[in-house]
């Protein structure tokens, strides 16, 4: 029983456009979902996060959007870059709880 | 300042041998955890130990043992291996609730 799904096992873009990866959970108990990102041998590293208690977070080319409704996040990057090219993991967390459950991961190539 | 470390880098074990996989993190974080990634299954916790003294299960707890030595180190030891223990295992900690800081990995290959 997954809890956080990315259903997209892969996303191909060009270079300067707008890379969308989404991200679905089941659990309404989940109040907090960060976005990692991992480049092949090493480990994963933060990129984003957002609070239950906003719909969207900002970080330079990076934005992050929360549909609470619906049970989904989505990441955008704009405009992609080369670098961009990596697996990108959501993950989510409830409050009192330590424990974060992730995603499949999508993996994102950036064609220049 | 290293963050968080993990030995070894790759390791080759056969059926049935032991072995402790070590991780360390000179971030003063209460929280450390062990992931294991699998190709189309994401990261999937392990253990964690919420702080110095405790540890509990997460997804996948079955096959391996824990250690929370002190504030600073995490081991994960696997008693028996089996070869569907192959895998990236990846340490990380944090302060509670947030950001986790992640180690390089250990490349786990089991005969």
């Known amino acids: 029983d997954q809890q956080v799904k990315q259903n997209s096992p892969s996303l191909s873009v060009q270079e300067g456009r707008i890379s969308i990866l989404n991200c679905d959970y089941t659990?309404?108990?989940?109040?907090?979902f960060l976005w990692y990102k991992k480049y092949p041998a090493e480990g994963p590293t933060f990129l984003i996060s957002i609070s239950s208690i906003k719909d969207k977070n900002e970080d330079g080319r990076f934005t992050v959007f929360l549909n609470k409704s619906a049970k989904h996040l989505s990441l955008h990057i704009v405009p992609s870059q080369p670098g961009d090219s990596a697996v990108y993991f959501c993950a989510a967390s409830a409050s009192g709880t330590y424990k974060y459950i992730f995603g499949t991961g999508t993996r994102l190539k950036v064609l220049a | 300042n290293a963050g968080v470390t993990q030995t070894p880098k790759f390791q080759v074990l056969k059926t049935g041998q032991s072995m402790t996989l070590q991780c360390a993190q000179d971030?003063?974080?209460?929280?450390m955890y062990w992931y294991r990634q699998d190709p189309g299954m994401g990261l999937r916790l392990i253990y964690y130990s919420a702080s110095e003294g405790t540890t509990d299960k997460g997804e996948v707890p079955n096959g391996y043992n824990v250690s929370r030595l002190n504030k600073r180190e995490f081991s994960l030891r696997l008693e028996s291996a089996a070869p569907s223990q192959t895998s990236v295992y990846f340490c990380a900690s944090n302060t509670g609730k947030e950001t986790q800081y992640f180690g390089p990995g250990t490349r786990l290959l089991v005969l």
């Open positions: 971030m003063n974080h209460n929280s």
């Open positions: 659990n309404s108990m989940f109040d907090y």
